[in-house]
């Protein structure tokens, strides 16, 4: 009977140390779990913002080629308005000129 017992005691003891073995294992499976899925997000989160700096530096580029252009288009009417300006300045003053002298200009 003894016999008996000390094998219910031996089987119990070794049901005991599974079960923590068990426990164990499960506990490091979610740690590293944990571990994995938060690399995971930093690898994502650094990718994500990469990408997200191309994006800011292709469109800074684009927008400055396109305030570049429009700079460009209203230098260039600038010039036109002040060539047309100075060109009707002149033709006014002598019209003003000549029907102060009495001329008559065409």
């Known amino acids: 009977m003894e016999n008996i017992v000390n094998r219910i ?4 003891n070794e049901a005991d140390r ?3 073995e ?3 294992a499960s506990r490091k499976r979610v740690e590293d ?4 899925a938060l ?4 690898n994502l989160m650094a990718r994500a913002e990469s990408r997200m700096d191309k994006v800011r530096s292709f469109y800074r580029g684009e927008t ?3 305030v570049n252009r429009i700079n460009d288009e209203c230098s260039q009417k600038l010039k036109q ?12 003053e002598e019209k003003i000129f000549h ?4 001329e008559n200009v065409g």
């Not at 690399?39 to 930093?42: A, F, H």
């Open 81 to 92: 308005l002040d060539e047309a300006f100075e060109n009707s300045h002149s033709v006014i």
């Open 9 to 12: 005691v031996e089987i119990d």
């Open 18 to 20: 599974r079960l923590t």
């Open 22 to 24: 068990a426990e164990e």
């Open 39 to 42: 690399e995971l997000k930093e």
């Open 64 to 66: 400055e080629t396109d």
């Open 99 to 102: 029907a102060i002298v009495g």
């Open 33 to 36: 779990s944990e571990k994995e």
